[in-house]
């Protein structure tokens, strides 16, 4: 099963931009790169994925790299709001659809 | 408006006696799954189900069962919980297919079991 490395924790000062490392070495071509984040007691809520190209959308952009063995969870601004834990997982094709989260990485927003 | 319900919330009991958790989506998504949520292991897949009739095992499948008899409806069994089976859970839907955008979570269901 492909599986991500992430850093356990990082810290940003508030409306500063925050990058957010994956690193997927085992993915696969089919393989797409999910993001997702969970607010203390909530549920994880989707952020963000992409296959091969760079992707933007109202909450964040994700930069792919060329080998696409890593990938880069983009915050332009960081909120206290965005204070929360960044799951990066594959997800894709073939006969499983295991996903397989990990314990992602703590961001913690000072004001 | 979309979302993904699962029942009870909050639920404690006590050892050996079975309970279901129910996860229902109004999303019409052939996929679902059931993860569980401990402090330092971050988010485990216990069952997912491409389909109705098709379920397979996640990574934590042991002492837990499933079905999926409806599309709208994945519930979570447990036979006989033991006080390892205390966790929070999660149900999470997608459409199905390879790239099936966002997986949509419930609010999550907090088992103690005594």
């Known amino acids: 099963d492909a599986k991500t490395t992430q850093p356990n924790s990082m810290e940003s000062n508030e409306e500063e931009p925050v990058h957010l490392p994956c690193n997927h070495s085992?993915?696969?071509?089919?393989?797409?790169i999910h993001w997702y984040r969970q607010l203390p007691s909530q549920g994880p809520e989707y952020v963000i994925h992409?296959?091969?190209s760079n992707v933007n959308n109202r909450m964040a952009s994700l930069a792919i790299a060329e080998d696409r063995k890593s990938s880069t969870l983009i915050l332009h601004r960081a909120t206290l709001r965005d204070a929360a834990v960044y799951y990066c997982i594959l997800r894709g094709g073939g006969a499983t659809n295991k996903l397989i989260f990990g314990t992602g990485t703590l961001l913690a927003v000072q004001p | 408006e979309a979302q993904v319900t699962q029942n009870p919330r909050y639920l404690i009991t006590v050892t050996g006696k079975k309970l279901t958790v129910t996860c229902s989506q109004n999303m019409n998504h052939e996929y679902m799954s059931w993860y569980r949520q401990d402090p330092g292991l971050g988010l485990r897949q216990i069952y997912y189900s491409m389909n109705v009739e098709v379920t397979d095992k996640g990574d934590v499948p042991e002492g837990y069962k499933v079905s999926r008899k409806e599309k709208r409806n994945f519930p979570l069994i447990l036979e006989s919980p033991s006080p390892n089976q205390t966790s929070l859970y999660f149900c999470?839907?997608?459409?199905?297919?390879?790239?099936?955008?966002?997986?949509?979570f419930g609010e999550g269901s907090r088992l103690t079991v005594l």
């Open positions: 085992t993915i696969s071509g089919t393989d797409y």
């Open positions: 999470a839907s997608s459409l199905g297919g390879v790239n099936t955008g966002e997986l949509f």
């Open positions: 992409g296959l091969t």
